[in-house]
């Protein structure tokens, strides 16, 4: 099924169920006003929205609407706990080369808290006080759990994943450290997150969802212009079962945690010491980092005050799952 929350004036919004193909919606407040009262009560409560979702998809909803991206807070609007991890190592490969840093031995994951207590709308204005800081789009997918025990293994994990949906996980690259360098500036540059309309439950994605991996493209376009096609299933190193356990290592997760893997990267290509990545890229980072071992030096800006940035996955058929992000870079200072 497919969830989103309905701008209503709250810091929560309401609940609805959205229809397969994102053209109906209905709201939920019969069975649960907002989706953190259904992840709170998974077996009861999903079930009744299931039931709401097959009576849309046969058009025998009685007051069902047309579903409106615009109008959509993030799926889950705050969260308990909301982390990023590196589940494509690629990513971090390319950043560390151009900069001349060697490879560490350790290959793990790396996991950052992200803010959760505003998280932000599908189409909702990417607010930035200076285009110096060097705001950064990094796209990719995010889920979100039920109650994770701890010391979960990654089989078992995987049946805690409630939801999934697209994620973007703005960056101010001007304010980041070195790729291997912590410091007070990585927490502070993670200055927001974005998610799709519309959360859906693994089922959704039918053969595309197998071992804690989605094995479909996702495409990011820039100011209109299509920059990546990245398959969300190669070179990821760690399925979403293997991150899950890795976060609830040491404690339990409730439910209602969001796990944000980002950005979407696969690997490139080197031939005679020349760089190829033919899937594009899913964060400028990657494309500055490209440039300077291609080039000897970066061509390409961050984003500027007016850029949009559009984030969508489809399935086999060219149906979009999850909707689209697609968001405007906005100045601060005019808001």
């Not at 701008?7 to 397969?20: E, H, I, P, T």
């Not at 009685?62 to 993030?74: E, K, L, T, V, W």
């Not at 071992?211 to 398959?231: A, E, H, I, Y």
Request: with cysteine.
């Amino acid at each position: 099924m497919k969830l989103a929350s309905y701008k209503d004036g709250s810091r929560d919004g309401q609940l609805v169920v959205v229809s397969r193909d994102l053209t109906q919606a209905h709201y939920a407040s019969h069975i649960a006003n907002r989706l953190q009262q259904v992840l709170d009560d998974w077996n009861f409560l999903s079930s009744q929205l299931q039931d709401v979702f097959d009576a849309l998809n046969a058009g025998r909803a009685r007051h069902a609407f047309p579903f409106d991206p615009a109008q959509c807070m993030a799926p889950l609007p705050r969260a308990y706990q909301c982390v990023s991890a590196t589940a494509w190592a690629s990513h971090g490969t390319l950043l560390r080369r151009a900069a001349g840093l060697e490879e560490p031995q350790d290959r793990a994951p790396e996991l950052t808290q992200l803010a959760g207590d505003a998280l932000l709308g599908a189409q909702d204005p990417l607010v930035c006080a200076s285009e110096a800081l060097g705001l950064d789009f990094c796209a990719g997918l995010a889920l979100i759990t039920g109650d994770i025990p701890q010391e979960c293994p990654s089989d078992r994990a995987l049946d805690g994943v409630r939801l999934l949906m697209l994620s973007n996980a703005l960056t101010l690259r001007g304010l980041a450290p070195a790729p291997g360098e912590p410091g007070a500036a990585a927490v502070q540059s993670r200055c927001a997150t974005a998610f799709s309309p519309v959360a859906i439950t693994p089922d959704e994605l039918g053969e595309a969802w197998g071992r804690g991996r989605v094995q479909l493209p996702l495409q990011t376009s820039w100011n209109g212009r299509k920059v990546g096609s990245c398959d969300a299933g190669a070179d990821m190193g760690h399925h979403f079962g293997q991150l899950i356990a890795l976060l609830a290592k040491t404690r339990a997760l409730r439910a209602g945690s969001i796990l944000v893997a980002a950005p979407l990267s696969n690997a490139g290509v080197e031939k005679r010491g020349q760089w190829s990545w033919p899937k594009g890229f899913n964060s400028i980072a990657e494309k500055r980092a490209m440039e300077l071992l291609q080039d000897g030096q970066v061509a390409t800006e961050y984003l500027r005050f007016g850029d949009t940035v559009r984030i969508e996955m489809k399935n086999a058929a060219g149906h979009s799952l999850f909707g689209a992000i697609d968001q405007e870079v906005v100045d601060l200072a005019l808001g």
